[in-house]
């Protein structure tokens, strides 16, 4: 009998703290930050020819959007529809690059692996209603899954998603450097 109800205590011990954990309200989740800008901004270094840009000179000023012919060590020459356009990054405003995220390769890859489990279903005798020989099947299995693997590459092309990124330009203007007077201390020890 002593043992029955040191199994019972055992097994209310749980539950009891099951029920007080679903009694017992939850505090409700701390709001997540977002993103400060500066963090996701893009490092003008990265800016490659053939990239598409927005810029903006000034505040009040019309955007410049095209795309960037030449690429200097604090200048990025931009081609628009009319002309060719030298723009000094520390001296705009802000500046954007368009980044065209492309999903072809990723779904034309789900798309074989869809086309190679519906050759596993669809290739069958009792489907087809007749013998198949090894050349057959292997036949019916690629263009599967090439027609699979094309259907997820158009899919993935039409879900192309295309984002506008700010550049820093912060890092680019010229910061005042203090003096600071320099004390050097060095010795050399020879053997």
């Known amino acids: 009998m002593a043992v ?11 539950g009891a703290m099951v029920l007080a954990a679903w009694l017992v309200p939850v505090p409700p989740a701390l709001a997540q ?20 840009v927005r810029a903006w000179p000034t505040p009040a000023s019309r955007a410049v959007e095209g795309t960037i012919v030449g690429v200097g060590s604090d200048s990025v020459t931009v081609a628009t529809r009319e002309e060719a356009v030298l723009l000094t990054l520390p001296s705009l405003d802000r ?3 368009r980044r065209t995220r492309s999903h072809v390769r ?6 074989a692996g869809v086309g190679l489990i ?6 069958t005798e009792e489907l ?22 094309a259907a997820g590459a ?15 330009l912060v890092t680019l203007r010229p910061h005042p450097t203090p003096v600071r007077p320099a004390l050097r201390l060095s010795w050399t020890v020879r053997f």
């Open 154 to 168: 158009g899919a993935g092309y039409l879900t192309r998603s295309v984002t506008w990124h700010p550049v820093d």
């Open 33 to 52: 930050k977002p993103i400060p800008e500066t963090v996701r901004m893009m490092e003008p270094h990265l800016l490659r020819i053939g990239d598409k």
């Open 118 to 123: 519906a050759s596993f279903l669809l290739v």
């Open 106 to 111: 990723r779904a034309a890859a789900i798309g």
């Open 128 to 149: 087809l209603g007749r013998d198949l020989d090894a050349g057959e099947r292997i036949a019916w299995t690629a263009g599967l899954v090439g027609a699979g693997a």
């Open 95 to 97: 500046m954007q690059v």
């Open 4 to 14: 029955g109800a040191v199994v019972a205590r055992r097994a209310v011990v749980p």
